[in-house]
């Protein structure tokens, strides 16, 4: 007699089938809160299945984005055996029936079931650096999508208000074209020669920042003269805006992925294989965890859910 707990987890409420020994459900379905109260009800409910089996039960979820943390946590706090199964691996499960059925019961049911069939391994903590890798890679990625998503509107909006601005630099995006950028719709070109020179360093020449002075202020001249919208120039200051603070936190998110990474050897070890550079190699060890829980190439394929 092994028991078992199935649950689906969703976004603030999770679905619950308890099990006393397979395909023997344990009471019915139940809706878990995720809180003080639905863990204590959980508590209770892992609490009565030892009595009547004898055996502590085991808990068995599915991965599910960050929903299911605050449930583990508890898990974790009261000395309860959980298992999580990757969602990939629980979908390529799924389609191996002959019967799909989509309910949340039916998934609490699976998820035993594959507890059940030794689909499952016990969790195992990882250490906090892959954790807070884990959370930097998947922010720097979350950010990345905002910062591109940022760039094709502002590009948009350049083409109508300040279209001769294009190609004054050779990257639009860059610290020192943005910033130039946003002084012009400002109107403050008083002191953009500073300006270029504060933000290029020494990287350039001087006769480098004077012609792209010189080339700014003739396009400036033009641009004065002519009609814009009022509604989009403000509009486009304030992409202008968001793209330099998108550009500062990637950065910043990318200093602390490359501290990070340091503490990680293995990262080193996945940069090796051609095609895989810093963050990509980031990403896939936080995302992996201590490679050591896998006993060969063919349990961290099953991981991936990539296994035929």
Sequence with gaps: ???????????????????????????????????????????????????????????????????HRSLTGYLKRSGWTHYIVNPLQAKRSKSTQLRKVKTDAADAWHLAEMYYRGDVKAHREWEETYTELQHLTRQHEFVTAMYVQAKLNSRALLEQ???????????????????????????????????????????????????????????????????????????????????????????????????????LPEVELVKSVPGIGDKLAAAIVAELGDASQFKDAKQLVAYAGLDP
């Design 161 to 263: 208000v300040f279209p001769d601005f294009i190609g004054l630099f050779h990257n639009l995006y860059a610290t020192t074209s943005l910033k130039v950028l946003e002084r012009c719709l400002k109107s403050k070109t008083e002191d953009v020669e500073t300006l270029i020179r504060e933000c290029v360093g020494k990287s350039h020449s001087k006769g480098w920042i004077a012609e792209k002075t010189e080339r700014l202020r003739e396009v400036i001249l033009g641009w004065s003269t002519q009609a814009r919208s009022q509604s989009q120039s403000v509009a486009l200051t304030s992409m202008v805006s968001l793209l330099l603070e998108f550009d500062k936190q990637l950065s910043h998110l990318e200093k602390q992925i490359e501290e990070l990474s340091l503490e």
């Design 1 to 67: 007699m092994q028991p078992v707990i199935g649950i689906d987890v969703a976004k603030g409420i999770s679905v619950i089938q308890a099990f006393i020994d397979r395909n023997e459900p344990y009471g019915k379905m139940e809706n878990l809160q995720h809180g003080e109260k639905g863990f204590e009800q959980l508590g209770e409910l892992l609490e009565t299945l030892k009595q009547a089996s004898g055996v502590d039960p085991v808990v068995v979820l599915e991965a599910t984005g960050h929903y």
